[in-house]
């Protein structure tokens, strides 16, 4: 039988993951540039002074936390 998880406990869980995403300094420059509109990874990446590498990092603990959502298009990667 499946373990239920109460609705308040899957709340408090949605919490921390959003509280985790946004616990990095880097990662709130990358909100930041993102609320200004749609951006490649490579952009992003120039835009914060980081390596593409470490720009993607960041971006999947952003979409882990549901902050923000990624498309391709062809070879390129768009974040909004």
């Known amino acids: 039988m499946p373990t ?24 709130l420059e990358l909100l930041e540039t993102l609320g200004q509109g749609e951006r490649r990874v490579d952009e992003l990446a120039k835009a914060s002074g980081m390596s593409v590498a470490n720009t993607s990092h960041h971006l999947q603990i952003l979409r882990d936390g549901g902050l923000v959502h990624s498309r391709k298009e062809g070879l390129q990667v768009f974040t909004v």
Do not use: D, E
């Open 4 to 27: 239920i998880i109460p609705p308040k406990k899957r709340l408090f869980a949605h919490f921390a993951g959003v509280a985790k995403a946004m616990g990095s300094p880097n990662r």
